[in-house]
């Protein structure tokens, strides 16, 4: 059973649009995995146009590779070490904590992700 940073069981991230490593919704990860797709984050303008100046166009369609381009308030297993890039530069949207694998702990302090963790309103 894959854990979360919590050590609990790892929930979904995005069924639409389908995300993470192994497209199964998750953000599981494998060795494989090189880029560590473990932190489920909810997308903002902000940071899609961070990662998007930094090289890594989230945003276009890429239909040969099943990929529906990315918007505001979509959800997506991101790269660990993106995601800190993105904090340090003030840039790091919410994360889903309960969704992001206990690996993203290699890379990412889990007191920054609390500071970014999403909390929905009732």
Known sequence: MAKNVFG???KSCSM?????FYRD???NTGDDD???HTVCVILTEDFLRFSFDQGNDLITPMPEYSFPGLGPGDKWCLCAARWREA???SHAPFVILESTHE???EVIN???LVKFAYKSIP
Request: net charge neutral.
């Open 87 to 89: 904090y340090k530069a």
């Open 25 to 27: 919704g998750c953000c």
């Open 8 to 10: 609990t069981e790892l």
């Open 34 to 36: 090189t880029g560590s």
């Open 110 to 112: 889990l007191e920054d």
């Open 103 to 105: 690996r993203a702990l």
């Open 16 to 20: 639409r649009p389908l995300t993470g």
